[in-house]
């Protein structure tokens, strides 16, 4: 069977968004439609995120568990389908960037594989047991961060698990990444301006040719995008470079749908 044709989706999305509707509409999630109407502040911090993104890269941000010293970031996706990513929406916000997965692999980047972290559970688990032996070594300290528990409390509720989570993991400085001191003077102003998420930012894992998908906020922000020569030239550039190495994927524009429009999928 050709591989295209695998039961698992070849679309990982990584979401970002949720400062932005604590900020300015954090009441979204109750009313039925995703729409930033009569929002203009709410429209133009996430035009530019999308901007920012498509000209700089995903955000690899520090791992919670990791000291503020630390040079390990990591950056999230989710094989959910997209009927259900309102719920993934609400946890992290309504902007969705859909790459293919070989976007990851190329980044050295997996699923990570989730454990029980109740104590009941945990003693039995020799899986668990042996890799945060083997992970406590210096070297390989970052590789936990493809561990994840099923749950983020104490209840067996599986909410974790149920995001079906990607990752890479960035540990050291690689061609595929950017520092925030080798970036330029304005991409350094918009990771300041967002603060106090600076102190969280590690890299940028910029875009190519593997994008496959934008998702946005609402149906008014896509026509806003869509009139917008800066992004239509970043999409261009990204997915227009002759170095890329998958043919079909160099000059495919990316899919561009509205969060509400993803519900019937």
């Known amino acids: 069977m050709p591989y295209d ?5 070849d679309l990982l999305v990584y979401w970002t968004g949720k400062d932005i509707d604590l900020e300015y509409d954090r009441k979204w999630p109750e009313k039925d439609k995703s729409d930033t109407r009569g929002k203009p502040e709410l429209e133009q911090a996430y035009h ?3 901007f920012s993104i498509l000209k700089y890269g995903l955000w690899a941000t520090k791992p919670q568990e990791e000291p503020d010293d630390s040079q390990i970031g990591h950056v999230c996706f989710t094989e959910l389908r997209l009927s259900l990513c309102r719920r993934h929406a609400r946890q992290y916000g309504r902007l969705g960037i859909g790459v293919k997965r070989s976007f990851l692999f190329e980044r050295g980047g997996r699923p990570v ?6 104590a009941r559970f945990s003693p039995h688990d020799q899986f668990l047991q ?3 032996a083997h992970m406590a070594t210096e070297g390989l300290r970052h590789l936990r961060h493809f561990l994840k528990p099923m749950n983020s409390s104490d209840s067996l509720n599986y909410d974790w698990y149920a995001e079906s989570e990607w990752r890479i993991v960035v540990a050291q400085k690689a061609t595929e990444f950017v520092s925030y001191e ?3 003077k304005v991409a350094k102003q918009y990771v300041n301006s967002t603060d106090p998420h600076r102190s969280k930012f590690r890299y940028w894992v910029p875009l ?3 994008l496959s998908c934008i998702i946005y906020p609402s149906v008014t922000l896509k026509a806003r995008a869509w009139e917008d020569a800066g992004i239509r030239n970043e999409i261009n550039r990204i997915k227009t470079a002759r170095n890329h190495a998958n043919r079909v994927e160099r000059g495919n524009m990316p899919v561009e749908m509205d969060l509400d429009l993803c519900r019937n999928f």
């Open 48 to 50: 530019e995120r999308l």
């Open 113 to 118: 594989t989730y454990y029980a972290q109740e």
């Open 182 to 184: 080798e970036a330029d």
């Open 130 to 132: 042996s890799c945060r």
């Open 208 to 210: 190519d040719g593997w």
């Open 5 to 9: 044709y695998a039961v698992h989706s």
